[in-house]
């Protein structure tokens, strides 16, 4: 990630009139600025509730692709910015926190990812979204947690594959799929932070709870979840679903979508091992604030530049995805 740390300090240095209501100011904004905001499922919940948008990360690839806006305002972190831009190189891309990066990506250097994958030359590489544009310009096609599985199943089943950059949610793919894949050593802190003993503790104290889990969990937790799946699957699953009790494992900020999508049932976030925080926060994700996003829509900055020569080779991969049914 290519920050202009001095750049992006004054920018959030800038005056905010204590007059202004930010939620207005920001919807008039958008409208005269003929500008989108897309918001991940792990945003604060302000923004969540102010988006054109709402969703995970395939929903908002596919997203960035279809607008017509002349600017996409992404509310989530670095490498879902990069992917719009990516997606539409002519239009103008911004995020409100430059910082907003991501562990998962970060455990995934460009340098020695290439080293790896030379090791390994009749593999194909399928990639997680959750990495950078650098990464994705490494790779054969990109994936998301909601169509992993098909995305692994299309290719023949003697294809030499590699998978990167989350171990958790690869060593869930190989027992999903039966493929032997090569796995990169890579993870998010959010999603491993999820303590076992804890959550055995909890389904004790709520045994008519479901435990319901993403796939970047570590696999002990996996083991015991009685459903696996994306940010929206599992939003999916507590509104279809007959029971009225979750423990829910994943970021924490999808809990305000699930509350409004099932008021009437009790949902609860998974605990982790740290004593100071009863769920798991993605701190990157919760950098974006509504002053942030103002400032960002106000003056069009921090704005999303990636070289062309990046852009060309990590769109194909990315399109790959959005081509497949």
């Not at 171990?167 to 303590?195: P, Q």
């Not at 409004?260 to 949902?267: E, M």
């Not at 609860?268 to 919760?286: G, H, L, N, R, T």
């Amino acid at each position: 990630m290519n920050l202009n740390v001095l750049e992006q300090r004054g920018y959030l240095d800038r005056p905010i009139p204590d007059s202004i209501d930010l939620k207005s100011e920001i919807k008039q904004l958008l409208k005269s600025k003929n500008a989108v905001l897309l918001a991940h499922y792990y945003q604060n919940e302000e923004i969540q509730d102010l988006a054109d948008y709402l969703g995970d990360s395939l929903f908002l690839a596919q997203k960035a692709k279809e607008v017509t806006a002349d600017i996409i305002v992404f509310a989530g972190v670095h490498f879902m910015a990069e992917t719009a831009k990516i997606i539409n190189p002519t239009k103008k891309v911004v995020l409100p926190d430059l910082k907003a990066g991501c562990s998962l990506a970060d455990s995934c250097p460009p340098k020695d990812f290439a080293a790896f994958k030379k090791l390994h030359p009749n593999a194909k590489v399928v990639t997680y979204i959750n990495c950078s544009a650098e990464i994705k310009a490494l790779s054969d096609i990109v994936c998301t947690s909601s169509n992993a599985v098909d995305v692994i199943n299309s290719f023949d089943k003697d294809q030499e594959l590699i998978f990167a950059p989350d171990k958790n949610l690869g060593k869930y793919l190989i027992k999903e799929t039966g493929r032997d894949l090569i796995l990169w050593d890579g993870s998010c802190i959010v999603h491993e932070a999820f303590s076992f003993e804890k959550i055995t503790q909890l389904a004790i104290e709520y045994p008519e709870a479901k435990f319901i889990a993403h796939p970047e969990s570590e696999s002990q937790i996996l083991d015991i979840a009685h459903y696996i799946g994306s940010t929206s699957g599992l939003l999916n699953f507590v509104q279809k679903d007959s029971a009225q009790t979750y423990i829910v494992a994943t970021e924490a900020g999808i809990l305000h979508e699930m509350r409004k999508a099932v008021p009437h049932k009790n949902l609860i976030p998974a605990p982790v091992d740290d004593d100071s925080c009863a769920c798991s926060e993605c701190a990157f994700m919760k950098l974006n604030t509504l002053e942030k996003l103002y400032l960002c829509l106000k003056y069009e900055q921090p704005e999303i530049q990636l070289n062309d020569e990046l852009i060309r080779d990590a769109y194909l991969p990315i399109q790959r995805m959005l081509d497949l049914k």
